[in-house]
Nanobody, 133 residues
Framework: HVQLVESGGGSVQAGGSLTLSCDYS????????MGWFRQVPGKAREGVAT???????EYADSVKGRFTISQDNAKNTLYLQMDSLKLEDTAMYYCAADFFDRSSLVRIKMVAGSCGFLYEYHYWGQGTQVTVS
């Protein structure tokens, strides 16, 4: 069973920066889809950014040019660098992941081009709060 633990959230002024981290337990499969999602109370969860083990990324239009997703497989850590933060970025941020063999990732990308926000991630973290004021 894979565990995901987010950290790095906090309070920041508009225009500032934060870096979120998501530490995940070791896995044996060769490929993965990973992503960051966020949710505000009373609203649906929305995708922020995704990345796969090939390095293919996808961003929500609202964060393009401001956020950067990356992963360090040697450290088993997923990152979200958030710059030029806006009030509307305030939310609980969740890390999501799924792990599988190479052929599965190939099939996913043949159909959708990337893991994306509609992929059904099996593993989720508990969330870390980001507040922009």
């Amino acid at each position: 069973h894979v565990q995901l633990v987010e950290s790095g959230g906090g309070s920041v002024q508009a225009g500032g920066s934060l870096t979120l981290s998501c530490d995940y337990s070791r896995y044996t499969e060769s490929s993965n889809c990973m992503g960051w999602f966020r949710q505000v109370p009373g609203k649906a969860r929305e995708g922020v950014a995704t990345i796969d083990s090939d390095g293919t990324t996808e961003y929500a239009d609202s964060v393009k040019g401001r956020f950067t997703i990356s992963q360090d497989n040697a450290k088993n850590t997923l990152y979200l660098q958030m710059d030029s933060l806006k009030l509307e970025d305030t939310a609980m941020y969740y890390c999501a992941a799924d792990f599988f063999d190479r052929s599965s990732l190939v099939r996913i990308k043949m159909v959708a081009g990337s893991c994306g926000f509609l992929y059904e991630y099996h593993y989720w973290g508990q969330g870390t709060q980001v507040t922009v004021s």
